[in-house]
């Protein structure tokens, strides 16, 4: 079956130090975004008589990240900078399903787990404000804001690095979701990550958490 429809992704992103991955050098946050979802699934098998079962599947998705977020305390903000991932993967899942097995197959809830992978683009740019070896400049604005200082936002961007990155190549992904159907409507939920190509000087950490509704055409 093929799945047209929208889905609403909420996306972070970290910055880590490439030599010890362990250093956040920055954090992006997003806000629910839409972006349209396609997807081409194969019919659900399951292991015998059991409501457990898997399918094969490729999707196209996309999400953002419009907002900086200065430490864990802090409200997120738009310091103008941004990070877009974009994926087609193929994506086995596994999941317990009710409602499936029956003789109502288009009306059923299930929860699952999946791997994916697929072809990645991320880009974007980003201020480095926890960079530990960053200006004292870049280093008091950065004090300056987290202490409620909204002016020191714009010294933050005149003091502190601001990095570019645009990789594509091969990724990998795993999600957690939950899913449901009724007629030719579905709808589901996603908790996933992403493992991306190395970047030539920093680790990408995405995450997503997604919201899809889709419009299901059986193809046979």
Sequence with gaps: HVKLGLALANQTLLIKDKKTEKIT?????G????????????????????????????????????NQKVDE??????FGTYSAISM???????????????????QFVSIGVGLGVGYTTVKGTT???????????CKNAVNGYKKGDKSAMETIKNQCTQIEYNDSGFGLSSRVFIE??????????????????????????????????AYVIDLN
């Design 25 to 29: 050098l920055a954090k992006m946050e």
């Design 31 to 66: 806000d629910l975004t839409p972006a349209p979802y396609y997807g081409v699934s194969t019919k659900k098998s399951f292991f015998g008589d059991s409501n457990f079962g898997y399918e094969f599947g490729f999707a196209y998705s996309n999400s953002y990240a419009l």
């Design 73 to 78: 305390n802090s409200q997120k903000d738009d």
């Design 88 to 106: 087609v993967t193929f994506s086995p899942t596994a999941f317990y399903g009710y409602g499936i097995n029956d003789s109502t197959p288009d």
């Design 127 to 137: 201020y480095l404000t926890e960079d530990p070896d960053a200006s004292a400049d």
């Design 180 to 213: 449901g159907r009724y007629g030719n409507f579905y709808g589901s939920f996603d908790v996933g990550a992403i493992q991306l190509k190395e970047n030539e000087d920093y680790h990408l950490e995405p995450a997503t958490q997604v919201l899809t509704f």
